[in-house]
């Protein structure tokens, strides 16, 4: 997620400079563009991200208004971002997930004065859960989102509308076919799906734990590959080497317009949705150049380029209206709200858990 949730390790912040660019290569996609350079003055505005959003296709209206984009430097992933921020790092706008809110919180983020956000009214609703919000004010302002679900190589394998389900990334039938991505943001709301866990698929502890983990065991003597980027997953799936996947929806866009003959499943527990954005963080050198960045970062043409380039929804409504309905049917964003809704959001995994989770998936890739 975000990759930010882009492409699959892009939307979880997982891929270096050079590794974006490289995977989009694998997808036949031209390089990311960056704004002519100038010199700056001391002070100017800092984003603190993930690869690839230092386009300015992203904040069109920046560059037109200061003749060029702002000073991008990268995080490895969220976490990373978090303590470096912790550390005495300073920047003036970093890119959570809401799921990662609450931890972001920890490293001095500013709240937002919604008077001077421009497009907050066109946001989706639901892109603002309580995680947004702290003390009434919001920390946190939509920018994209998309879904996780199983793809299949449907000239390859025979699977029926009323099999659509996360339990085909289990299924004995695909042995040494079936891949998914190497992460337990992955792994376990998957495992959780699968075992009939609806209520809170990310957060197993106890004896659901145990359950969740015992499909991860019978899923390691399953799969044909833990992939960690998307050129390994298309390049499997091209060769018939994997034929069922955990997929993210810009990947398995990539690979529907590269002639795979690919299905994107709608599995009966839900879709997985992640949902990532833009805040204040702990500097201001320039306080309205941080309100125009995230102003132009939200337009519904900025949204158009999310939509179309990258495979993503846009927080901004406004943005649907000016993309071809045959794209977004492509791009299973038909119908966003609706899909949203119906589908299972990433939630905060408290550290200790996350560790376990972590920890438990270690063991169970080595063997116990």
């Known amino acids: 997620m975000n990759r930010i949730k882009l492409i699959d390790r892009l939307s979880q912040g997982k891929l270096s400079r050079r590794e974006f660019k490289a995977a989009l290569g694998a997808f036949g996609l031209t390089t990311v563009t960056t704004a002519p350079r100038r010199a700056r003055a001391a002070g100017e505005l ?9 386009d300015p296709g992203f904040f069109p209206d920046y560059v037109t208004k200061h003749g060029g984009a702002p000073e991008f430097t990268f995080f490895g992933d969220e976490y990373e971002g978090i303590e470096k921020l912790k550390a005495g790092f300073e920047a003036e706008v970093v890119s959570p997930c809401i799921d990662v809110m609450p931890r972001w919180q920890t490293s001095g983020l500013q709240a937002m004065d919604e008077s001077r956000l421009t497009n907050v009214g066109d946001m989706f609703e639901t892109l603002s859960p309580a995680d947004a919000f702290k003390d009434g004010q919001r920390y946190f302002l939509p920018f994209y989102w998309g879904f996780d679900s199983v793809c299949y190589r449907h000239d390859l394998v025979d699977i029926k509308p009323e099999e659509m389900s996360w339990k085909l990334l289990y299924d004995d039938r695909f042995k040494g076919r079936i891949s998914i991505w190497d992460s337990t943001d ?5 495992a959780s799906l699968a075992a009939g866990l609806l209520d809170d698929p990310f957060r197993p502890s106890g004896d659901d734990l145990v359950t969740v983990l015992e499909l991860v065991k019978k ?14 997953l298309v390049q499997a799936m091209a060769a018939g080497e994997v034929v069922v996947a955990f997929c993210w929806a810009a990947t398995m866009s990539q690979m529907q317009q590269a002639g795979l003959p690919i299905t994107w499943g709608a599995p009966k527990e839900g879709l997985i949705s992640f949902n990532c954005g833009l805040a204040r963080s702990n500097r201001t050198k320039d306080e309205s150049a941080v309100y125009d960045f995230l102003n132009a970062s939200t337009t519904p043409e900025a949204g158009k380029y999310m939509i179309e380039a990258f495979g993503y929804g846009s927080g901004n409504k406004k943005a649907f209206d000016l993309v071809d309905p045959a794209k977004l049917a492509e791009l299973n964003l038909t119908n966003p709200e609706e899909a949203l809704a ?17 920890n438990a998936f270690d063991e169970i890739k080595a063997g116990a």
Not at 342 to 358: A, C, R, T, W, Y
């Open 186 to 190: 992955a792994v376990i709301p998957a």
């Open 219 to 232: 899923q390691r003597d399953l799969v044909r590959m833990y992939y960690n980027d998307p050129s390994e």
């Open 46 to 54: 800092l984003v603190f991200t993930w690869a690839g959003f230092e």
């Open 342 to 358: 119906g589908s299972n959001s990433f939630q905060f995994v408290p550290h200790e858990l996350k560790q376990m989770h972590i």
